[in-house]
């Protein structure tokens, strides 16, 4: 749990969830003090003296949630099934930054092969998508720019997020497979869910809300 007792600190990161997760929170009366693309802070004071945000890289999200640095986080389900969920939970699904987990690869690639090399930086998700189809691969740990592991011949294939599919194409590339959908969770730290409850309760069940009256518009 925070060590802040009574207070809330929410683990974002910049970019696309910042800009998607900023109306959710101005639903429930939450409004940053700075704007974290221009702000060189890290964390970021709100209009609510008992809430601040610390703004992280999308990958370290459930680690400071899951250690109790922050006890609310806004995290990619891709980057979720990566991590783990210790010391966790995942209670409610936000429907932002959504976009799909696929294989791709060059339109004539084969999924056949003794052993195909798949390069990726989603290496759980994409082991249990070939697992699953009982087909012995390796994979290649990269941490970005996917679409050039196959243009250099690292990989065969490469298993990465597609939103448009326009970064792929522009690479020569196209999707192959349907991993699963993604978007991003609510995630809150176990141990601040009991101490903090109430407070994060209705944080929760107020985000819910903008959710659900932003779907159904
Ligand atoms: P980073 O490049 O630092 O990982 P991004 O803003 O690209 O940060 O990604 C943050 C999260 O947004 C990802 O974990 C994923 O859940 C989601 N995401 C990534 N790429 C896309 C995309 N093209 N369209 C929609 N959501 C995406
Ligand atoms: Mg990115």
Redo the contacts with the bound molecule.
């Keep these: 749990m925070s060590k802040q007792a009574n207070k809330i600190r929410i683990a974002l990161?910049?970019?696309?969830?910042f800009k998607e997760t900023l109306p959710l929170l101005a639903a429930v009366g939450i409004e940053p003090d700075d704007d974290p693309e221009t702000s060189r802070k890290l964390i970021l004071g709100t209009n609510q003296p008992d809430v601040d945000l610390v703004v992280i890289?999308?990958?370290d999200v459930p680690t400071y949630v899951g250690h109790g640095a922050a006890d609310v986080g806004v995290?990619?389900?891709?980057?979720l099934l990566e991590h783990g969920s210790e010391g966790l939970y995942e209670p409610l699904d936000l429907r932002i930054?959504?976009?799909r987990m696929m294989v791709a690869g060059f339109p004539n690639a084969s999924m056949e092969g003794q052993r195909l090399r798949i390069a990726t930086k989603y290496i759980n998700s994409a082991r249990r998508h070939f697992a699953a189809q009982g087909k012995q691969v390796e994979i290649i740990k990269l941490y970005?720019s996917m679409e050039l592991a196959p243009i250099v011949g690292l990989s065969d294939l490469i298993v990465d997020?597609?939103?448009?599919g326009n970064t792929l194409k522009a690479n020569g590339l196209e999707p192959i497979e349907h991993i699963m959908d993604?978007?991003?969770r609510l995630i809150v730290n176990k141990a601040a869910w009991k101490m903090k409850h109430a407070r994060i309760k209705a944080l929760l069940e107020g985000v819910r809300a903008a959710v659900e009256s932003k779907n159904n518009e």
Aim: charged share 25%.
């Design positions: 990161s910049k970019g696309r969830i890289r999308a990958t995290a990619g389900k891709d980057v930054a959504q976009c970005g997020l597609v939103e448009s993604i978007s991003s």
